[in-house]
């Protein structure tokens, strides 16, 4: 059973750009779709992006955060990253990065078996 650790959160300004990291334990990201979500106060949990290994990568990203938002691994699959560019007030919410079986990069949270205890990013304006 993987267990999964986001880090990399923290308080930035708008504008700015933050790398948020997903680790893994107890077996490869290479085995599974990850998919980062995020929680505004308030409000229900959203797919932000989503990667599976493939050969290569294959990614999907919201249409709310295509243009800036961006994931990629690493060379071995025990670490998934959420690369945010440009962020906005609205960005601001706990990231969680998720983790289920098969070849479909779904965007329902309730979709994915595996969870992070989550990431608080909070973008000043």
């Known amino acids: 059973q993987v267990q999964l650790v986001e880090s990399g959160g923290g308080l930035v300004q708008a504008g700015d750009s933050l790398r948020l990291s997903c680790a893994a334990s107890?077996?490869?990201?290479?085995?599974?779709?990850v998919g980062w979500f995020r929680q505004a106060p308030g409000k229900g949990r959203e797919f932000v992006a989503g990667i599976k290994w493939n050969g290569g990568d294959y990614t999907s990203i919201a249409d709310v955060v295509k243009a800036r938002f961006t994931t990629l691994t690493d060379s071995v699959g025990n670490t998934v990253y959420l690369q945010m560019n440009n962020l906005e007030p609205e960005d601001t919410a706990v990231y969680y990065c998720a983790a289920r079986s098969g070849s479909v990069i779904a965007t329902r949270s309730n979709s994915y078996n595996y969870w992070g205890q989550g990431t608080q990013v909070t973008v000043s304006s």
């Open positions: 107890g077996g490869s990201l290479k085995y599974y779709i």
